[in-house]
């Protein structure tokens, strides 16, 4: 009897923490920022789906989105898979058991109003608990007649629950800086550059927190990276 009690103890705090963070916390949070957005107005800065500021830009590739596909896939990265029920299953007992997942979904960040337009990740051995990934956006800005990207590279150390929702989530590294100059010299070794430019003050605020409360910080650079042409 004793032993029912606690499984049924555990079942109905499970599912309270569930309901907590996937449904109540994230709806309040929305709610707060919509009352106050210039919080959520980080400049440069991605947007979580409640609202939240998430992962700040650190790079932009200029090049068509077939361009953009060979790069980093010569570079030694792959497409992540859409988040679905299956995929997201799928990851959890990767995670769990350790086994390798290349292309493990990444969660919707949010800039220009929409979420990612293409996501990449390069995964670490042990799973994809820790992982290189990189999103990307395309931008209305053209560089020599080309389609701009902005994207934010950081790295996945470890899954943990997200200091803002309670929800499961991954933390990040804070040294956004060392995923971005890493992808430039990947992309460079791959033999697919034309060119790299640097925009110095790019971000004006140089440290913060992510939508799961990890910390991060820059030096405010961004990296222009200019793939060969197909």
């Excluded at 060392?178 to 992309?187: G, Q």
Aim: hydrophobic fraction near 40%; glycine fraction near 10%.
């Amino acid at each position: 009897m004793a032993h029912l009690l606690d499984t049924k103890t555990l079942l109905l705090v499970t599912l309270a923490w569930a309901v907590a963070a996937y449904l109540i916390v994230p709806r309040l949070w929305l709610l707060y920022f919509r009352r106050h957005p210039f919080l959520a107005q980080s400049a440069r800065v991605t947007l979580t789906g409640d609202g939240h500021p998430g992962d700040p830009i650190n790079i932009a590739l200029v090049g068509s989105a077939a361009e953009i596909v060979r790069g980093l896939t010569a570079a030694g990265w792959f497409p992540a898979d859409p988040i679905t029920l299956a995929s997201s299953v799928r990851i959890a007992a990767d995670t769990v058991f350790r086994r390798p997942d290349d292309d493990a979904p990444v969660s919707n960040l949010f800039l220009f109003g929409r979420k990612q337009d293409l996501a990449f990740e390069q995964p670490m051995p042990g799973g994809p608990g820790q992982r290189h990934h990189v999103r990307l956006w395309q931008s209305d800005q053209q560089y020599d007649s080309r389609p701009g990207w902005f994207g934010a590279v950081t790295f996945d150390r470890r899954v943990g629950l997200s200091r803002t929702t309670g929800q499961v989530t991954h933390h990040i590294a804070p040294d956004v800086d060392a995923e971005r100059d890493r992808l430039v010299n990947e992309l460079q070794q791959a033999g697919v550059v034309q060119s790299v430019e640097w925009k110095d003050g790019f971000h004006s605020h140089c440290e913060g927190c992510n939508g799961g409360g990890d910390p991060w910080h820059t030096d405010g650079r961004l990296a222009i990276v200019s793939l060969r042409k197909s």
